[in-house]
């Protein structure tokens, strides 16, 4: 973690120190020492597909405070998480009054404009029902520890706009997106859940997932609701400044149909591969850092094959380092696709040589008095 001396240099001096040491989002905030007076301006640091999450922010914006770790899954309580991302409207900024285990009796379903936002204590929502993002929009999970989620079955929850809503079976995952945009997730801790860690499916698309530890799991993250979604043709998603590992096994991310730039991350292991495909997903793998493991596949890649065209699929690794005799099987004779970021979705890709620095602080950070370590 980034450390703060304040003693014998002027903080402006060590500020400057320290954002060297910082990736692009992380130098946009953390280095403010007003942060806590400031908390929105985290939504103008996001990079990637999601852009700026400039529409969670403004005049209009409601300050909603967690201070019951409770859950009622269809009447919810004022003054709780489920209370917060569905019967208020507009544009939402949730935070929490102090640590607390928030174990919810069903799936949590989140607002369009809501802001989940953990900093500066120890959220973990755990142990039952995870979140959901199901045909919303403008949405900022920030700061908190999701795990050991279980699946549920079909029931009945309150959902956006304060409706209540008939929902089918869950398998488990820390969160899911359906049908969704414009989705920052950000400098989250996850692991051990039943299913997934982050599913992004059902046509969903423009997605930032940065900052986050996923560790001790078999399937991690993926991309693409199944071989026959066609629709997830369209979806564009960056992963970037992610540490994962130790002990994830497969899907870092697996990718089906859509379009993901992998930028910057860790890889600390895997067993079966650490990124895979299906249905012709384009990847562009930029300055990663992939640690193979010491013993067993050290292969990064994999690739679902088919009877009918050999699931063709364009994965291209740039700048990438490989340690531990790690290795990448590249697609020859397709050209790359390239992200082509808008200018507010455009980031730089640092050297991979750097991707230990720039992933230390991944994951929930840490807090003390005044700073963000």
Known sequence: MILFFISSISFAKQSKINGWKMNVIDRCWRLNSEWRRH??????????????????????????????????????????????????????????????????????????FTTIDGRGVNVQIANNACLMIFKATNIIIHGIRVHHCKPQAPGIVMGPEGKVIPLGHVDGDAIRLVTASKIWIDHNTFYNCQDGLLDVTRGSTNVTISNNWFKNQDKVMLLGHDDGYVRD??????????????????????????????????????????IGGSMEPSLKSEANLFIAPTIGNKEVTWRKSSNKNGDRWNFHSIGDNFENGASFAVTKGRDMQKPNYSKEQKFKVVNAKFVRSLTRSSGVLRYNRNFVN
């Open 39 to 112: 908390q929105s301006q985290l939504a103008t640091c996001s990079v990637g597909y999601a852009g700026k999450m400039v529409n969670n922010i403004g005049k209009d914006i409601i300050h909603y405070k967690v201070t019951d770790s409770s859950d009622d899954p269809i009447n919810p309580k004022p003054n709780t998480l489920r209370y917060g991302t569905s019967i208020i409207q507009g544009k939402v900024w949730i935070t929490f009054q102090k640590d607390m285990l928030i174990t919810l009796e069903k799936p949590l379903l989140i607002s369009s």
């Open 233 to 274: 043709q369209n979806m564009k998603v960056t992963v970037v400044y992610n540490h994962f590992g130790p002990n994830c096994n497969q899907r870092m991310p697996r990718i089906r149909h859509g379009y993901a730039h992998v930028a910057n991350n860790l890889y600390q292991g895997w067993l079966q591969y650490a």
